[in-house]
């Protein structure tokens, strides 16, 4: 019964690769988000979702698309993959602009 | 745009008192706060929206000076469950969905 469910909460992968990480959340929210936590902890955030509406974060490097076939999925998916993109990527959902979010368990990438 | 978080760390022996700071240069609809235990996910504490609030949970509990836009994370009586890194997120305005978070205070509680 997880609220938010992330796969795979490990992936290591060469450079150059494309890998998609899958989130899914059971809790009816209406928004969906992509968070990347560096080394320092940062979180930063990537993307949201909430009714087919997409706002990026202008940082982002365009070799990370979302994907979201329905209301309760978000997909990751990372072309190219750089050193740099190793991190651990946190999805999230929230029901409304009155509550907090709820973090799946996270995925960490590590690309050699 | 992230807020700026202080202290950066902190360690207090259980029973002992703590406060985390949060401070926006811009105007703020909301200020979230989160835990986050090692190797795990940030847990959601509390939300406190404009026009000033305070909350409370359990022991722990936040204010939100809208004026300021500066919120403060209150601990008290401290245990050792306390411990983790604590971030503070905002919002600027109600529908943008771009919560910005800060870079985190590091919480240590001791026997």
């Known amino acids: 019964d997880t609220a938010v469910s992330q796969t795979p909460k490990y992936l290591v992968t060469q450079m150059g690769n494309d890998k998609s990480i899958k989130c899914e959340q059971n809790?009816?929210?209406?928004?969906m988000y992509w968070y990347k936590q560096d080394s320092k902890k940062f979180l930063k955030i990537m993307f949201s979702?909430?009714?087919?509406?997409?706002?990026i974060n202008e940082t982002v490097p365009n070799r990370f698309s979302p994907k979201s076939p329905d209301k309760a999925h978000l997909n990751l998916h990372i072309n190219s993959l750089e050193l740099g993109d190793s991190a651990v990527y946190f999805c999230?959902?929230?029901?409304?602009?009155?509550?907090?979010?709820?973090f799946g368990s996270g995925t960490r990438l590590t690309v050699v | 745009q992230q807020p700026v978080q202080s202290p950066q760390a902190v360690i207090l022996r259980e029973g002992e008192d703590a406060v985390i700071n949060c401070s926006s240069s811009k105007a703020l609809y909301s200020v979230h706060w989160y835990r986050q235990k090692h190797g795990e996910a940030p847990v959601f504490l509390m939300i406190?929206?404009?026009?000033?609030e305070q909350k409370g949970h359990e022991k722990i509990s936040a204010s939100f000076n809208e004026k300021k836009q500066q919120s403060s994370l209150y601990l008290t009586a401290s245990q050792l469950s306390y411990s983790g890194t604590y971030f503070c997120g905002t919002e600027r305005s109600a529908n943008n969905n771009d919560m910005r978070f800060g870079a985190g205070t590091r919480l240590t509680v001791k026997p």
């Open positions: 406190l929206l404009k026009g000033g």
């Open positions: 809790l009816g929210h209406d928004t």
């Open positions: 979702y909430n009714n087919k509406e997409l706002i």
């Open positions: 999230a959902s929230r029901p409304g602009q009155y509550y907090g979010y709820t």
